[in-house]
Nanobody
Framework: QVQLVESGGGLVQPGGSLRLSCAASGSIFSGNTMAWYRQAPGKKRALVAWIPIGGKPISDISVKGRFTISRDNGKNEVYLQMNSLQPEDTAVYYC????????WGQGTQVTVSS
């Protein structure tokens, strides 16, 4: 059964930091590139960062230098460390694979506002 559970979102002031976590079922975590996506109000879901199994993390240019993805293969978890958050980072954040699974988690809301 595919299961993705995101957590760690919240309200943070501009310039602040958050660390998101995602617990994935072993059936989809093992052997797959894991990724974080986000969907801002009125916009399509977009890829933010990804990390192949055993490979280097990669971030979209919009968050490069601020967001870092990592994974713990022993725990089937993936993380997103977000620093220097800006209001335009406000979105619901989701984890999934690349290519994506048909099932998505509930996501975790990140709101950046003063």
């Amino acid at each position: 059964q595919v299961q993705l559970v995101e957590s760690g979102g919240g309200l943070v002031q501009p310039g602040g930091s958050l660390r998101l976590s995602c617990a994935a079922s072993g059936s989809i975590f093992s052997g797959n590139t894991m990724a974080w996506y986000r969907q801002a109000p009125g916009k399509k879901r977009a890829l933010v960062a990804w990390i192949p199994i055993g490979g280097k993390p990669i971030s979209d240019i919009s968050v490069k230098g601020r967001f870092t993805i990592s994974r713990d293969n022993g725990k089937n978890e993936v993380y997103l460390q977000m620093n220097s958050l800006q209001p335009e980072d406000t979105a619901v954040y989701y984890c999934n694979t690349i290519p994506t699974q048909s099932t998505w988690g509930q996501g975790t809301q990140v709101t950046v506002s003063s």
